[in-house]
């Protein structure tokens, strides 16, 4: 009995290895495949990061239409453009001009003083500085929004301690800032949208790249028939599992490499926040690897051409990072987007990694997310059995009517003998 269970793992091991042989060959022989798997991992995260490197907008181009032409909207001007995120490109006669410049996208934004802007600050009255913003860009709005309201704040503080009547430094302290608060960011600390956006986006690399490398292959086993050489190694049900275990064996291999790059190099390479653990971290991405796997595999059953994944994973790829919670509010995901968002491991991986890298959580911190990534695992990894038990029968079914009809032709009919 043991030598017969013996016997069984041995051929088991032997008919996954030759699977896992079989797919590195043809990985390392299909250019597209190759590109995939080895050289967009490689690039891409490179080339996010050094887009973001810098982390915030600086120079941040505003126009200036100054109807007051007096002291005070001087003085404002020039301490808005002291401020290293804005920059007065122009200074326009009229609102016209200034809306000109926004069409052209010259400037992103229009600061206008009214002609009775310092009339109404000496006589004590409340004036007002207007704020054009182009909302198209976040970052740039950020800068010319919140640049101008730390300008108005300082303004206004000397306006205070002016009509105070203080005589030590602590009175006007308090006279401008009676209730003192401090601003302390516990993530993120450089209010950087590099840290705050790159995690997400590396780890949906990882599952968008195995998503292309994998269909591409399926596409081609597809359009080449390649099925039929699984067929022989078929010879039971436990045969299956042998085969989706080997190829997943080949893809596991390759994205142990790209991952620890991914996450461990790539965030150090560029100084971004990383307070992940590397044994925390590698509990993360066994299931979340595995899992895109699995979904790889299951998912190529709907790719026929080569071409059509290119199609399904660009098409996906902003949708996933919204629904992943990374630039926006999960609890403002309405709940069937979320139950939606369920279906992917790029979801919990994204979710997991950013607690993981940005805010120091540990692999029991993010117990959520760890075990709905190997709950799909087990999932995905019966599923995709299921659509290989389909190819395979399909391939097995064409393979025998071709060699059925191969056998009519060679055999003479009773007219001929």
């Given at each position: 009995m043991l030598r017969?269970?013996?016997?069984?793992?041995?051929?088991?091991?032997?008919?996954?290895?030759y699977i896992w042989a079989q797919e590195m060959k043809m990985t390392i022989?299909?250019?597209?495949?190759?590109?995939?798997?080895?050289?967009?991992p490689l690039f891409y995260p490179l080339l996010y990061s050094w887009i973001y490197n810098n982390e915030v907008v600086r120079d941040v181009p505003v126009a200036i239409v100054d109807m007051s032409h007096s002291q005070e909207s001087r003085q404002f001007i020039r301490l808005y453009d002291a401020s290293p995120n804005t920059k007065v490109a122009y200074h326009c006669t009229d609102m016209d001009d200034a809306r000109d410049l926004m069409e052209k996208q010259v400037v992103h934004g229009i600061l206008y003083f009214p002609a009775d802007f310092s009339n109404r600050l000496n006589r004590l009255e409340q004036t007002t500085v207007s704020v054009y913003c182009d909302m198209a860009l976040m970052l740039t709005y950020k800068a010319i929004y919140q640049t101008a309201a730390a300008v108005q704040s300082e303004m206004n503080s000397a306006i205070?301690?002016?009509?105070?009547?203080?005589?030590?430094?602590?009175?006007?302290?308090?006279?401008?800032?009676?209730?003192?608060?401090?601003d302390v960011p516990i993530f993120n600390s450089a209010g950087g949208y590099g840290n705050f956006i790159l995690p997400g986006v590396l780890i949906l690399i990882l599952q968008q790249t195995l998503l292309l490398g994998i269909g591409l292959s399926a596409g081609?086993?597809?359009?080449?028939?390649?099925?039929?050489?699984?067929?022989?190694?078929?010879?039971h049900y436990n045969g299956l599992f042998r085969i989706v275990l080997g190829k997943a064996l080949c893809y596991a291999m390759i994205y142990a490499v790209m991952a620890a790059y991914i996450t461990l190099v790539v965030p150090r390479l560029f100084h971004f926040t990383s307070m992940v653990n590397a044994a925390d971290l590698l509990g993360l991405l066994t299931p979340y690897i595995l899992a895109c796997i699995f979904f790889g595999m299951f998912v190529s059953c709907t790719v026929r051409y080569r071409e059509n994944v290119m199609l399904l994973v660009v098409f996906t790829s902003l949708p996933l990072l919204f629904l992943a919670g990374v630039s926006w509010p999960q609890n403002a995901i309405p709940g069937a987007w979320q139950g939606v968002s369920w279906?992917?491991?790029?979801?919990?991986?994204?979710?997991?990694?950013?607690?993981?890298?940005?805010?120091?959580?540990?692999?029991?911190?993010?117990?959520?997310?760890?075990?709905?990534?190997?709950?799909?695992?087990?999932?995905?990894?019966?599923l995709a059995c299921a659509v290989y038990q389909y190819q395979i029968q399909s391939a097995r079914?064409?393979?025998?009517?071709?060699?059925?009809?191969?056998?009519?032709?060679?055999?003479?009919s009773p007219e001929q003998s």
């Amino acid at each position: 009995m043991l030598r017969k269970i013996l016997h069984r793992v041995n051929e088991g091991v032997h008919d996954m290895c030759y699977i896992w042989a079989q797919e590195m060959k043809m990985t390392i022989k299909d250019e597209g495949v190759l590109i995939f798997f080895i050289l967009v991992p490689l690039f891409y995260p490179l080339l996010y990061s050094w887009i973001y490197n810098n982390e915030v907008v600086r120079d941040v181009p505003v126009a200036i239409v100054d109807m007051s032409h007096s002291q005070e909207s001087r003085q404002f001007i020039r301490l808005y453009d002291a401020s290293p995120n804005t920059k007065v490109a122009y200074h326009c006669t009229d609102m016209d001009d200034a809306r000109d410049l926004m069409e052209k996208q010259v400037v992103h934004g229009i600061l206008y003083f009214p002609a009775d802007f310092s009339n109404r600050l000496n006589r004590l009255e409340q004036t007002t500085v207007s704020v054009y913003c182009d909302m198209a860009l976040m970052l740039t709005y950020k800068a010319i929004y919140q640049t101008a309201a730390a300008v108005q704040s300082e303004m206004n503080s000397a306006i205070q301690i002016k009509l105070s009547g203080n005589y030590t430094d602590r009175e006007d302290e308090i006279t401008t800032q009676p209730l003192a608060f401090e601003d302390v960011p516990i993530f993120n600390s450089a209010g950087g949208y590099g840290n705050f956006i790159l995690p997400g986006v590396l780890i949906l690399i990882l599952q968008q790249t195995l998503l292309l490398g994998i269909g591409l292959s399926a596409g081609t086993a597809r359009e080449k028939s390649r099925y039929k050489d699984l067929v022989p190694i078929n010879k039971h049900y436990n045969g299956l599992f042998r085969i989706v275990l080997g190829k997943a064996l080949c893809y596991a291999m390759i994205y142990a490499v790209m991952a620890a790059y991914i996450t461990l190099v790539v965030p150090r390479l560029f100084h971004f926040t990383s307070m992940v653990n590397a044994a925390d971290l590698l509990g993360l991405l066994t299931p979340y690897i595995l899992a895109c796997i699995f979904f790889g595999m299951f998912v190529s059953c709907t790719v026929r051409y080569r071409e059509n994944v290119m199609l399904l994973v660009v098409f996906t790829s902003l949708p996933l990072l919204f629904l992943a919670g990374v630039s926006w509010p999960q609890n403002a995901i309405p709940g069937a987007w979320q139950g939606v968002s369920w279906l992917f491991p790029s979801t919990f991986g994204v979710r997991g990694f950013i607690r993981m890298n940005c805010m120091g959580a540990t692999l029991h911190d993010v117990g959520v997310e760890y075990r709905a990534l190997w709950i799909q695992v087990v999932v995905y990894f019966f599923l995709a059995c299921a659509v290989y038990q389909y190819q395979i029968q399909s391939a097995r079914k064409h393979v025998l009517e071709a060699e059925k009809k191969k056998l009519e032709e060679s055999t003479p009919s009773p007219e001929q003998s």
